[in-house]
Nanobody, 118 residues
Framework: QVRLVESGGGSVQAGGSLQLSCAASGSIYNIRRMGWYRQAPGKERELVSRINLDGTTTYTDSVKGRFTISQDNAKNKLYLQINSLKTEDTAVYYC????????????WGRGTQVTVSS
């Protein structure tokens, strides 16, 4: 059974930093893409950033220049360095992985809460 476990969330003041981590375990193979999503209260889940097998990355406009996604393929780990946090970054952050074949369902972690106060 494949599992994703996020960690690193917390409560910080605006302008602060956090590093989120996501650890994948189980029979995970052929990882094609890993990403971070977030869901703020009363809002839909949105893509924050993702990284492809070839290392190319995508960021949503609101986090460009502040967030950095990275991965450790050998350890099946994903990271998100978050700098210059803003109150609007407050959300539950989820890790997601596309692996296996194109028909293999995306797997999600349970999320880690990030709360930014002014």
């Amino acid at each position: 059974q494949v599992r994703l476990v996020e960690s690193g969330g917390g409560s910080v003041q605006a302008g602060g930093s956090l590093q989120l981590s996501c650890a994948a375990s189980g029979s995970i193979y052929n990882i094609r893409r890993m990403g971070w999503y977030r869901q703020a209260p009363g809002k839909e889940r949105e893509l924050v950033s993702r990284i492809n097998l070839d290392g190319t990355t995508t960021y949503t406009d609101s986090v460009k220049g502040r967030f950095t996604i990275s991965q450790d393929n050998a350890k099946n780990k994903l990271y998100l360095q978050i700098n210059s946090l803003k109150t609007e970054d407050t959300a539950v952050y989820y890790c997601a992985v596309d692996y296996g074949t194109v028909t293999t369902p995306r797997i999600w972690g349970r999320g880690t809460q990030v709360t930014v106060s002014s």
